[in-house]
């Protein structure tokens, strides 16, 4: 039992990573109909920022956590949101108007360029954090020898996901911005007409994607404290296994859907084997789209001739 | 129409609204470039050193200033103007090359490669659009370029046995200059050829996005390893089975997911690829593991061995001929080997493209609800597409496990799918003569800049964006009807 409640925790951690990146993919797909391939190397460009602000943080003398973690969040958001904005205009705005493959497969080779311009201007070693930036935990309880823990690091990923969450459902629900990019998702046309700027909308779309990407980023260096250049492909691919998984489209979903991937990735490693992991998320994306297309949480889609 | 306007709106501004968006474009590079090329991190053990290079970056960034102002300049309607500012901005990235090449040290070629990518791709955006104005030259472009689709389409009836010409003579003159990279090359080439002619069967023909082409290789090619190692079949034994095998996988794959659309079918094939490397990667017993499998029989003549001193019983190739031993042999060998693999491949898939099913498979690629409406399934349809495109991946797997001798799960990870897939995509979906132009592109032309492989890739992801953007349909898309019933019409 507490071997048991223990992953759990560590589960729900690792699914508030993973719903962070899906929200980015479930956005861009609502909106435009296309799978962001190089979303997952916008997470892994997020963690990078984020390492980078935490060196020149030290290098000036700025080391008091709350004070540090805020602005690395900030700096980290910002800077990476800028790289979202731009590979957006660079690489799918083009190509707005073309068949369904050309965007896919642009983005594909947007995803091989970032990885290798990562790898090229930092170095293809990983990353190590060194010193944690909070650390510390509390018991929960303890039987037969084993104690549950709940480190500071995983109730801060906890909260900040949460928080982000409310706000981000928030803004979509209740700005402007929000009922644009609600309107673009119905009928792009149809927007244009009532004098919404849709290729601003989708710009922003985008952004918002690539900020909470550079949370999770953030997130994944503080609790696993390394990365590396190619650390965006897998978790890109079962963040977007989770976006389906919940119903693409949906917010909520994706949300859902990265809770139970990281479950199930967590409890899967702790009961069967740690080297099938990884087959473990991607059955259940296989699983999900045969037998429940439209995902948990997702509305069917009526293919109009 | 909307390109219509966006062209007058471009050619009528102002000097300083050109100014301006320059100014723009260079303030985004430069926040971009902050904190990624502006700061680095070296590690030592566990401690982490921070760098700054600015100087690299301020040049980077000034470079992409000046190539946006020369770009605005060349997009101008004035058509002198235009050509003095181009020659002018032109003269000015030189200038700047020149004065700031003092500021960065140990960057320097690689600041000058990039310089030099700025102003060629300037001067070549600069002089095509110089030549066009608005939507009227736009058209003329879209109809060049089906044009050259066409164009390469017809000369294909001459370029195909021309191309095969070549490539059958092409090992004696490498063994006649004795160079033994130049054979290796070539089977590298027609290896991907295959694949790609292959995996244009389904992305091609069929329509269908697979991102996981690299499993089947990988299933013919551990077949093939296994079948040799624990079963002491030979090569030419074991070829059926690993396309049969491939085919099936293909098939248990396709069963379920082939209904599904598009990129969602994308995504479950790359997890399906991601699946087979880690099953892979886990199988101790039967695949090896991360060690892989080695001492796989390499090929022989029938039954005659490529080897200086053939086992007890065998006589060796080189006896059998009374020719002098050379590795030469083997390798030629084994690129006629390929090269027929290919050709079948190719052979195949014209035949097939004039079958029923071929002809459904194009139909259904380009409207499905239209197919099923005339009575064509379309699961079972794409299923034999999948299955027959697995079967050539199935094939060049077991060509690649005993041309190598040694395979791992390495060999087959998610960028090599990518790179199939980038062949059949640049060269145009569905067209043969573009896998044949792409491959040669794209992995005959790195593979002498093999000192540079992170840039390599690096140039090929960002050669994936601009070839969509500039021809999203690939560089001969030209999409031949197969089948035309009244021949006269063809401006249609």
């Known amino acids: ?305 | 129409m909307v390109a219509a306007v966006e062209g007058a709106r471009k050619a009528t501004r102002t000097v300083p609204a050109m100014a301006k968006d320059a100014v723009i474009f260079a303030a985004v590079s430069l926040a971009l470039a902050i904190p990624l090329v502006g700061f680095y991190i070296t590690d030592q053990g566990s401690t982490n050193t921070l760098h700054t290079r600015f100087g690299p970056m301020f040049y980077g960034v000034g470079v992409l200033f000046l190539g946006k102002l020369a770009l605005s300049f060349a997009e101008s309607s004035e058509a002198i103007a235009r050509r003095i500012a181009l020659i002018g901005s032109a003269l000015a990235v030189l200038w700047f090359v020149i004065a700031v090449t003092g500021v960065v040290q140990d960057d320097n070629q690689v600041l000058g490669w990039f310089t030099w990518i700025v102003v060629v791709a300037v001067a070549v955006r600069g002089w095509v659009e110089s030549r066009r104005s608005g939507a009227a030259a736009r058209a003329i472009a879209t109809a060049e370029g089906t044009s050259l689709g066409a164009a390469v389409a017809r000369l294909g009836r001459f370029l195909g046995p021309l191309f095969i010409g070549i490539a059958l003579v092409a090992p004696f003159y490498a063994a006649a200059i004795d160079d033994k990279r130049l054979v290796d090359l070539g089977v590298l080439i027609f290896t991907y050829i295959m694949l790609g002619w292959g995996l244009n069967v389904v992305v091609g023909l069929a329509g269908l996005l697979d991102l996981g082409y690299v499993a089947f290789y990988a299933v013919g090619a551990y077949t093939y390893a296994v079948f040799s190692v624990k079963l002491g079949l030979n090569f030419w034994e074991t070829l059926p089975v690993a396309g049969a095998l491939a085919a099936s996988f293909g098939i248990l794959l396709g069963f379920p997911v082939l209904r599904l659309r598009g990129d969602y079918l994308a995504i479950v094939t790359l997890g399906f690829g991601e699946i087979i490397r880690i099953i892979l990667l886990n199988w101790a017993e039967l695949a090896g593991g991360a060690q892989g499998i080695g001492g796989i029989e390499r090929p022989s003549f029938f039954g005659m061995p490529f080897t200086a001193s053939p086992p007890e019983g065998t006589t060796s190739f080189n006896e059998f001929f009374n020719i002098e031993f050379s590795p030469m042999h083997r390798q030629i060998y084994l690129y006629y080997i390929i090269l027929l693999l290919a050709l079948l491949t190719n052979w195949f898939t014209l035949r097939i493209r004039k079958l029923p099913i071929g002809r459904a498979w194009e139909a259904l690629r380009e409207d499905e609800i239209a197919c099923r409406a005339l009575g064509i399934n379309p699961t079972n349809t794409k299923l034999t597409a999948f299955a027959i495109g697995a079967m050539f991946g199935g094939f060049a797997g077991s060509f690649f496990a005993t041309r190598q001798g040694f395979i791992s799960p390495e060999s087959f990870n998610f960028l090599e799918s990518a790179i199939i897939l980038a062949i059949v995509v640049l060269g145009g979906m569905g067209s043969q003569i573009g896998v044949v132009i792409a491959t040669i592109v794209l992995i005959g032309g790195p593979e002498w800049f093999r000192d540079l492989a992170a840039y390599r890739m690096l140039a090929f992801g960002g050669l994936m964006v601009l070839i969509m953007i500039w021809r999203p349909e690939g560089l001969l898309a030209h999409r031949e009807p197969t089948i035309r019933m009244h021949s006269q019409k063809r401006s249609a």
């Open chain 1, 1 to 305: 039992m507490a071997y048991f409640l223990q992953q759990l925790i560590n589960g729900v951690v690792l699914g508030s990573i993973f719903g962070l990146i899906a929200i980015g993919y479930t956005m861009v797909y609502g909106i435009i109909g296309m799978v962001n391939f190089a979303h997952g190397d916008i997470f892994m460009i997020g963690g990078f920022v984020t390492i980078i602000t935490f060196l020149v943080l030290g290098a000036i003398g700025l080391t008091w956590a709350p004070l540090a973690l805020l602005l690395m969040l900030v700096i980290a958001m910002g800077f990476t949101a800028l790289h979202g904005w731009a590979v957006e205009r660079v690489a799918y705005r083009p190509l707005r108007t073309s068949n369904r493959l050309a965007p896919l497969i642009s983005a594909i080779g947007m995803s091989i360029f970032l990885q290798n311009y990562v790898q090229i201007i930092q170095g293809a070693r990983n990353k190590a954090l060194g010193t944690p930036l909070i650390s510390g935990s509390i018991q929960l309880m303890e039987r037969d020898g084993f104690a549950v823990q709940i480190t500071y690091m995983q109730i801060v990923i906890v909260v900040l996901t949460i928080v982000l969450m409310v706000g981000f459902t928030m803004l979509i629900s209740n700005t402007a911005l929000g009922r644009n990019q609600r309107a673009c998702e119905q009928d792009m046309r149809m927007a244009r007409l009532l004098g919404v700027d849709v290729d601003r909308t989708i710009s922003l779309t985008f952004v918002m994607g690539a900020a909470l990407a550079a949370v999770a980023g953030m997130v994944w260096l503080l609790y696993y404290g390394i990365i590396d250049f190619y650390v965006g492909f897998l978790a890109g691919i079962k963040a977007f296994s989770a976006a389906v998984l919940g119903g693409i489209g949906s917010l909520p979903g994706a949300m859902l859907g990265g809770l139970l991937i990281g479950l199930i990735e967590v409890f899967w490693s702790a009961y069967f084997s740690v080297e099938y992991k990884d087959v473990a998320a991607f059955a259940i994306l296989v699983l999900a789209l045969v037998f429940r297309p439209t995902g948990l949480l997702g509305k069917p889609e009526i293919e109009k001739v």
